[in-house]
């Protein structure tokens, strides 16, 4: 006949009435040691049960603590990297504007510049013709007054050789002044 085993691994061999009784006798006997030692052991740990209990719920309070800082890391690297996006973006925004008043204020320096060397050169040029029209003006002013000079000293010269003095109506040769020559009518009677 087959043995039977046990679920503790026991053989029970089979005899013609079931099984054997030595076999089971035994084994109930190996049973009722293991279950008073257990229960010694039960006894003897009852008292360290409730630091059981503390060492559970530290490790709870652990592993709940251990979330917490997992879940703010996580949160506070998110909240670090969505900052530094927007930094990055701000001053790519800031960098943007700054380039484009520069642009702007280096064409609006051009136009400027431009416009100034525009004026400087028509007034450069007004003032060239102004000097160019004074110059002339001088120049003939010159021409004229030697054209001037060249006619009193010619009349001067004709003057002295033919001097005519008429004396005015109603006046004498005594109202003349004591500086004043004495005319000469004989060059002017000649003349």
Same mark, same amino acid.
């Given at each position: 006949?087959?043995?039977?085993?046990? #679920? =503790? !691994?026991?053989?029970?061999? &089979?005899?013609?009435? !079931?099984? $054997?009784? /030595?076999?089971?006798?035994?084994?109930?006997?190996?049973?009722?040691?293991? &279950? $008073? !030692?257990?229960?010694?052991e039960v006894r003897r740990l009852q008292p360290a049960e409730p630091l059981t209990r503390v060492g559970e719920d530290i490790a709870t309070l652990l592993t709940s603590f251990a979330e917490t800082v997992s879940a703010l890391r996580d949160r506070v690297n998110s909240d670090a990297e969505r900052v530094r996006l927007d930094a990055e973006a701000y001053a790519a925004g800031r960098r943007a504007e700054a380039d484009r008043l520069l642009e702007e204020a280096r064409r609006s320096a051009s136009v400027a510049a431009g416009e100034l060397l525009s004026e400087a050169r028509?007034?450069?040029?007004?003032?060239?013709?102004?000097?160019?029209?004074?110059?002339?003006?001088?120049?003939?002013?010159?021409? !004229?007054? /030697?054209? /001037?000079r060249r006619a009193l #000293?010619?009349?001067?010269?004709?003057?002295? /050789? #033919?001097?005519?003095?008429?004396?005015?109506? =109603?006046?004498?040769s005594t109202d003349r002044p004591a500086d004043q020559p004495l005319p000469n009518w004989r060059n002017a009677a000649a003349g």
């Open positions: 006949m087959p043995e039977m085993t046990t #679920s =503790g !691994g026991h053989p029970f061999g &089979r005899s013609l009435f !079931g099984y $054997r009784r /030595s076999t089971v006798d035994a084994y109930l006997a190996d049973v009722e040691v293991a &279950r $008073r !030692g257990l229960e010694a028509a007034e450069v040029a007004l003032l060239a013709e102004h000097q160019l029209t004074i110059t002339e003006a001088l120049d003939r002013a010159a021409e !004229g007054i /030697s054209a /001037s #000293s010619h009349l001067a010269t004709e003057a002295q /050789s #033919s001097v005519v003095v008429v004396p005015e109506a =109603g006046t004498t």
